[in-house]
């Protein structure tokens, strides 16, 4: 079965800082790959998603993330964080094909913005 | 659309009552999945249905708990009888595929279980 880790728990930067969340995954196969964020008190919103194609990936609210097939790494970024973007990210990973279980959530890593 | 739609956004019951749980997927979505969140387990996948049949109930934890989707618009997640260990938020979503372009899953606000 596949899985997701997220290695930092909880991420604390200041306004303006650059962010960079790690993801890995274990599946030897094709994968579709998501980034959620859940805002406090609220559901699970799509910040992007890697299909196929361009391994950088564009998503809302100036983040992105790279998809490195070697490392079985899809990592998030954004150049300049806001007290707004105050969250807990999810990674997860969807198996292209087979019997494996459906999408898997990596455990969350939880980022405070200070203003 | 207005997306995922979950009743009640809020729950408090007592420990042997009965609990339910309702969803109105995105229209069109053919994939509606059942999560359960919390702080230990982090966000659990408990059932998915496609076109109205569940097809994985692998995650559901015991007996006490049964899925239903009597049509492609409703489903209903029941715990019967409800215990503390419970207590979470559960989330519903739909897609419209499982795998391949346009498989993401739609979240809806879920709903916050509290078993006394």
């Known amino acids: 079965a596949q899985s997701v880790s997220q290695h930092n728990h909880h991420v604390i930067l200041s306004e303006a800082a650059s962010l960079e969340l790690g993801c890995n995954y274990s599946?030897?196969?094709?994968?579709?790959l998501f980034w959620y964020v859940q805002y406090p008190g609220q559901h699970l919103q799509l910040l992007l998603k890697y299909f196929s194609g361009d391994p950088l990936v564009k998503g809302i609210k100036g983040f992105e993330a790279e998809f490195i097939k070697s490392k079985f790494s899809f990592n998030l970024r954004k150049p300049s964080v806001q007290w707004s973007d105050t969250a807990e990210y999810f990674c997860?990973?969807?198996?292209?094909?087979?019997?494996?279980?459906?999408?898997?959530f990596g455990s969350g890593t939880q980022l405070t913005v200070l203003p | 659309d207005a997306g995922v739609i979950q009743s009640p956004r809020h729950e408090v019951t007592e420990m042997g009552q009965e609990v339910t749980l309702r969803c109105k997927p995105i229209s069109g979505h053919d994939y509606l999945f059942w999560y359960r969140q919390t702080m230990m387990r982090g966000l659990e996948l408990l059932i998915y249905?496609?076109?109205?049949?569940?097809?994985?109930d692998s995650g559901m934890p015991e007996d006490r708990f049964s899925a239903k989707m009597p049509n492609a618009s409703f489903s209903t997640l029941k715990i019967q009888p409800s215990e503390p260990r419970d207590s979470a938020v559960y989330f519903c979503?739909?897609?419209?595929?499982?795998?391949?372009?346009?498989?993401?899953?739609?979240f809806g606000p879920g709903t916050r279980l509290t078993v006394l």
């Open positions: 997860a990973v969807n198996p292209y094909s087979g019997s494996a279980r459906q999408l898997t």
């Open positions: 249905f496609n076109n109205n049949v569940p097809i994985d």
């Open positions: 599946y030897g196969g094709t994968v579709n």
């Open positions: 979503a739909s897609s419209l595929r499982l795998q391949g372009a346009n498989n993401e899953q739609f």
